[in-house]
């Protein structure tokens, strides 16, 4: 299945494929001070693809806490999308899917989950096993995504 959305002006957009319902992967809620003010509600699985299509005029990254994620941001509406880890071709990423407004996730239940408590090493660990396999439409963000900005 592959389910499409983006940002509240649309310079921001995402595809997800996976072979699962949204029912059989669930969707998280984090609640960390960041992801609330957002009210992010996440999805991924390490079986699917994700890809952003983004001109990185479009595109704030933004990094805070352990500093091992980017969280992708419209710099237009100011909406909430992603957040990627890794460089090259081992980039994953979480979706935002109330910020892209895929529907379809929306109406699931969603589980509240709680990372604060773990090291740097543990979160990327966490992330590298759970999160989607990613690449962005602009070939010059998937070459040097994760790099000092």
Known sequence: ????????CGKLKASFETEKTPA??????????FCQRHGAVNISDPHGEIVIDAAPED???YRFALKTADF????????YIAAVTGE??????????AG???MEFLSVEAAPMEYGSETAEQRVARRSHRWTPTRFV???????FYGPH
């Open 72 to 79: 992708l941001i419209c710099r237009h509406c100011g909406v």
């Open 1 to 8: 299945m592959k389910h499409t959305g983006q940002c509240h």
């Open 24 to 33: 059989e992967l669930g969707v998280r809620t984090c609640q960390c001070e």
């Open 88 to 97: 090259g071709e081992g980039l994953r990423s979480t979706l935002n899917v």
């Open 59 to 61: 595109l704030l990254r």
């Open 100 to 102: 892209l407004r895929m």
């Open 138 to 144: 602009n070939t010059e963000l998937n070459a040097s």
